[in-house]
């Protein structure tokens, strides 16, 4: 019996090798057009299978290259997001800084890292999610340009506050040195005045007088016969000094130096505020014209051997003094 080989190529399963497989078919067998029918149609099926497994591989490829340009466009995103963050960092430490309103910010930037997250985690249709993505980017790059304008704007101002400021503590402190020189003349003219103000004794004379008032006028008094001291002074018109009734007290200051305190005596504070002793006081009326003021002192004892210094004190000023002996 007469066989021939025929030869045909079989794809396996694995889409990926080829086989030559070969079949013997006898010429005498009544078969033989079924054989090869059945051949033909094996080779159209193996080369749809071998179209099949190309495309599928060109498919394969293709789907790695499109998840690989999602995954490079998704880590731009991720960067753009943290970008955005930092920048929100920094308007709000500006914001800080400039003691304004932050909340809405902080709010903003919480929601970004969320978003971020979201990036990286993110399963999802990532073409919806870049375009959402790219949208939230624009708002709040929106929202950084705004909130710049607000930080500049308000730059400006405190730029402009701190002008005024510094003009208004210079015109402070020029009216501080105005003021202060105000002050400083009224103290001048206000001691100018007190010192205007102030009384002064004239034409002094002491005389002294025994028992019987016999006067000895001469400044020199015997000690057995000195019973008391008048004092006689000349109060000059001043026109800066206020009328009405004045008070004078006077220091008979002793030989030893000690001022000399009797029955009408006592202390009074001088213009410096200095406590003084007195011998005696007596009240006047000033009334702005030249006037002879007595004043008389009876020491109850006898008077001890020496000088006697007298200070004549008005308002607690020294107006006048004087001195007598006593032999």
Same mark, same amino acid.
């Given at each position: 019996?007469?066989?021939?080989?025929?030869?045909?190529?079989?794809?396996?399963?694995?889409?990926?090798?080829?086989?030559?497989?070969?079949?013997? !078919?006898?010429?005498?067998?009544?078969?033989?057009?079924?054989?090869?029918?059945?051949? !033909?149609?094996?080779?159209?099926?193996?080369?749809?299978?071998?179209?099949?497994?190309?495309?599928?591989?060109?498919?394969?490829?293709?789907?790695?290259?499109?998840?690989?340009?999602?995954?490079?466009?998704?880590?731009?995103?991720?960067?753009?997001?943290?970008?955005?963050?930092?920048?929100?960092?920094?308007?709000?430490?500006?914001?800080?800084?400039?003691?304004?309103?932050?909340?809405?910010?902080?709010?903003?930037?919480?929601?970004?890292?969320?978003?971020?997250?979201?990036?990286?985690?993110?399963?999802?249709?990532?073409?919806?999610?870049?375009?959402?993505?790219?949208?939230?980017?624009?708002?709040?790059?929106?929202?950084l340009a705004e909130k710049e304008a607000q930080i500049k704007n308000l730059? $400006?101002?405190?730029?402009?506050?701190?002008?005024? $400021?510094?003009?208004?503590?210079?015109?402070?402190?020029?009216?501080?040195?105005? $003021?202060?020189?105000?002050?400083?003349?009224k103290k001048e003219l206000e001691a100018t005045v007190a010192k205007a103000?102030?009384?002064?004794?004239?034409?002094?004379?002491?005389?002294?007088?025994?028992?019987?008032?016999?006067v000895d006028d001469d400044g020199k008094f015997k000690a057995k016969s000195?019973?008391?001291?008048?004092?006689?002074?000349?109060?000059?018109?001043?026109?800066?000094?206020?009328?009405?009734?004045?008070?004078?007290? $006077?220091?008979?200051?002793?030989?030893?130096?000690? !001022?000399?305190?009797?029955?009408?005596?006592?202390?009074?504070?001088?213009?410096?505020?200095?406590?003084?002793?007195?011998?005696?006081?007596?009240?006047?009326?000033?009334?702005?014209?030249?006037?002879?003021?007595?004043?008389?002192?009876?020491?109850?004892?006898?008077?001890?051997?020496?000088?006697?210094?007298?200070?004549?004190?008005?308002?607690?000023?020294? !107006?006048?003094?004087?001195?007598?002996?006593?032999?």
């Amino acid at each position: 019996m007469f066989f021939r080989k025929i030869y045909y190529f079989c794809v396996l399963p694995s889409y990926d090798k080829f086989k030559l497989m070969t079949i013997e !078919v006898s010429k005498t067998d009544k078969k033989t057009p079924f054989f090869i029918v059945a051949l !033909v149609v094996l080779a159209i099926v193996n080369i749809i299978l071998v179209y099949l497994m190309m495309q599928n591989k060109q498919e394969s490829i293709d789907k790695d290259v499109f998840i690989e340009k999602q995954k490079l466009e998704l880590e731009e995103t991720s960067s753009k997001l943290d970008s955005v963050s930092r920048e929100l960092d920094i308007r709000i430490a500006e914001a800080k800084k400039m003691n304004r309103d932050y909340q809405a910010l902080l709010e903003i930037q919480e929601q970004l890292k969320k978003d971020i997250e979201k990036a990286k985690s993110s399963q999802v249709d990532v073409d919806k999610l870049v375009r959402e993505y790219d949208a939230k980017i624009k708002n709040y790059e929106a929202l950084l340009a705004e909130k710049e304008a607000q930080i500049k704007n308000l730059q $400006i101002e405190k730029t402009e506050l701190n002008k005024e $400021i510094s003009k208004s503590q210079s015109e402070k402190t020029r009216l501080a040195d105005s $003021i202060s020189n105000i002050q400083k003349q009224k103290k001048e003219l206000e001691a100018t005045v007190a010192k205007a103000a102030i009384l002064k004794a004239e034409n002094i004379k002491i005389e002294g007088l025994n028992e019987k008032n016999k006067v000895d006028d001469d400044g020199k008094f015997k000690a057995k016969s000195l019973e008391k001291i008048r004092i006689t002074v000349k109060i000059i018109e001043n026109n800066a000094a206020k009328t009405g009734n004045k008070e004078m007290f $006077i220091r008979i200051i002793e030989p030893t130096g000690a !001022v000399m305190v009797g029955a009408e005596g006592g202390r009074f504070y001088d213009a410096q505020g200095k406590d003084m002793n007195y011998t005696f006081s007596q009240t006047f009326l000033f009334d702005n014209v030249n006037r002879i003021v007595t004043l008389t002192f009876r020491k109850g004892s006898k008077f001890q051997k020496g000088t006697y210094l007298v200070e004549l004190y008005c308002e607690g000023h020294l !107006v006048g003094k004087s001195s007598f002996n006593v032999n």
